[in-house]
């Protein structure tokens, strides 16, 4: 089990969960009746662009996948020279898309 935080500022506290893995943030969101601006629920639109804030002083790393990555770089929420070091650096993403990211064994507050 892994604990999840939710925060965002319409909620009047944090909501924290916890959970098993491999259920994408989407998923959490509407099991706990979070509110979320989803359009497509598929990694294209970007509307589920959430800040992912570790909660371990060394967290994994974890891969931004090739939809995020576009969506981020075309919003503006990601620059090219960020998505290169990313890709060679363990640094942990700070955008994600709710509905890409699977929740490991990593706890995590997700900022929306």
């Keep these: ?16 969960v916890e959970t098993s893995p491999g259920f994408s943030l989407l998923e959490l969101m509407d099991r706990y009746d ?3 601006r989803c359009v497509c629920g598929e990694g294209k ?9 570790p ?3 060394k967290p ?10 576009i969506q981020f770089i ?10 290169e070091q990313l890709m060679f650096k363990d640094i942990p993403p700070r955008w994600r898309l709710a509905c890409q990211y699977i929740v490991s064994d990593e706890p995590i507050m997700v900022v929306f």
């Design 1 to 16: 089990m892994v604990m999840v935080t939710f925060l965002t500022p319409p909620m009047q506290d944090k909501l924290v």
């Design 34 to 36: 979070l509110p979320k």
């Design 45 to 53: 639109c970007g509307a589920c662009a959430v800040k992912i804030v």
């Design 55 to 57: 909660m371990r002083r």
């Design 60 to 69: 994994k790393w974890i891969s931004i996948g090739r939809l995020e990555r």
């Design 74 to 83: 075309r919003d503006g929420k990601l620059s090219k020279a960020e998505s």
